[in-house]
């Protein structure tokens, strides 16, 4: 059977499906007095999303630009809702952005390495796809 017959027998529902992650924040652990992580969720985003958001930058600068970081944890952070106004508000933040470093911090950067490697950019995928 070739992989087309068998891509063919596949639910393409199953494309519309996001991955989601769940990620032990060690900065909201502090904030809340919590005795251990304090559990997030988020989900991958689309490919046109993330290179929206990464703006031509390659992936080995990305750790160092919390910009970026941060502004794909609004995007991919489902809870807790980042995009709440009143949310944003309690913790006298004006934008969703500026509320995701207040409650994360640089694990920003964590956070948006796990969504990268969800949408599968690694380090090591440029040299998988050459060899």
């Known amino acids: 059977m070739s992989l087309t017959d068998k891509l063919i027998k596949v639910n393409p529902e199953k494309l519309n499906v996001k991955q989601v992650k769940h990620y032990g924040s060690r900065h909201l652990k502090e904030l809340m007095g919590a005795e251990k992580p304090v559990e997030i969720t988020f989900q991958e985003l ?3 999303r993330l290179n929206e958001l990464m703006d031509g930058r390659e992936l080995d600068k990305m750790s160092e ?3 970026i970081c941060s502004m794909i944890c609004v995007d991919s952070i489902t ?3 980042v995009k709440d106004p009143d949310l944003a ?3 006298g933040a004006s934008t969703p952005q500026k509320l995701v470093k207040k409650l994360f911090g640089f694990e920003c950067n964590e956070i948006a390495g ?3 490697k969800m949408a599968g950019i690694t380090d090591d995928a440029e040299e998988k796809v050459k060899n």
């Open 46 to 48: 689309t490919p046109e």
């Open 89 to 91: 508000k309690h913790f």
């Open 79 to 81: 809870d807790p809702n």
């Open 65 to 67: 630009n919390y910009e």
């Open 114 to 116: 796990e969504v990268l």
